[in-house]
């Protein structure tokens, strides 16, 4: 980024052990995080959309499926 100052990311995965985390550490970083509650993660198209209307500097996607025994199969 060379001499760019960070200053809004945009980070999907609210309730999430990585969003979490930084939501403590941003520093003087805003953060405008969404959950699944206001983006569908398994549309790329949702996401997108959210991607297009943000001003954000950065987009950090911090979404995770954690229910390993639902997930195997």
């Given amino acids: 980024m060379g001499d760019a ?3 809004k990311a945009l980070v999907f995965g609210a309730t999430g052990q990585v969003a979490q985390a930084l939501q403590r550490c941003a520093g ?3 953060l405008e995080v969404r959950g699944r509650d206001e983006a569908d993660f398994a549309d790329p198209a949702a996401c997108a959309d959210w991607v297009a209307r943000t001003d954000a500097d950065v987009v950090i996607n911090a979404v995770a499926y954690t229910a390993v ?3 195997e199969g």
């Fill in 5 to 7: 100052v960070l200053k």
């Fill in 28 to 30: 003087g970083v805003v």
């Fill in 69 to 71: 025994d639902k997930a």
